[in-house]
């Protein structure tokens, strides 16, 4: 399948195109212990990427306690892009991940940006703070 041989903290994953039993095998990828990896996704917000990465794997099988644990281990952050009037992207905003009470992965703006440029912090900013300074 092509993951078999790869260095997870050099890697860069398309989970959008990534049908199924691909986006099981990335998050396993991803859950090796290496530091490093990201990848793309495409859905409406931020928030919604744990909805979608659920009903990815659904379609291989996996239930969605399993997608959520492979999930919240395996991805620290979402940056969402959006597109201003004039067609150009920018970063809308970066949000962290963590399970919350009821075991489901949930996310928390760290950093929202207005198409103006202007940044505002959000409530996810402390965890956001806690990944950064164990990679530094």
Request: glycine residues 10%; proline residues 4%.
């Given at each position: 399948?092509g993951l078999?041989?790869?260095?997870p903290?050099?890697?860069?994953?398309?989970i959008?195109?990534?049908p199924?039993?691909e986006v099981?095998?990335?998050?396993?990828?991803?859950?090796?212990?290496?530091?490093?990896?990201c990848?793309?996704?495409?859905?409406?917000?931020?928030?919604d990427?744990?909805?979608?990465?659920e009903?990815?794997?659904a379609?291989a099988g996996l239930?969605r306690?399993?997608?959520h644990?492979q999930l919240?281990?395996?991805i620290?952050?979402?940056?969402?892009?959006t597109?201003?009037?004039?067609?150009?992207?920018y970063?809308?905003?970066?949000?962290v991940l963590?399970?919350?009470?009821?075991?489901w992965?949930?996310?928390?703006p760290a950093w929202?940006?207005?198409?103006?440029?202007?940044?505002?912090?959000g409530a996810?900013?402390?965890?956001?703070r806690?990944?950064?300074?164990?990679?530094?």
């Amino acid at each position: 399948d092509g993951l078999e041989h790869f260095e997870p903290e050099h890697a860069a994953f398309d989970i959008a195109h990534q049908p199924g039993a691909e986006v099981v095998d990335l998050l396993a990828a991803l859950n090796t212990g290496h530091e490093g990896g990201c990848g793309t996704i495409h859905a409406n917000a931020s928030s919604d990427v744990p909805a979608r990465i659920e009903a990815l794997a659904a379609t291989a099988g996996l239930d969605r306690a399993a997608a959520h644990s492979q999930l919240v281990s395996a991805i620290d952050a979402v940056v969402h892009l959006t597109r201003r009037a004039d067609g150009s992207r920018y970063v809308q905003r970066v949000d962290v991940l963590s399970r919350s009470g009821s075991g489901w992965v949930e996310t928390a703006p760290a950093w929202l940006v207005a198409a103006d440029g202007r940044v505002d912090v959000g409530a996810g900013l402390p965890r956001w703070r806690e990944l950064t300074a164990a990679a530094a």
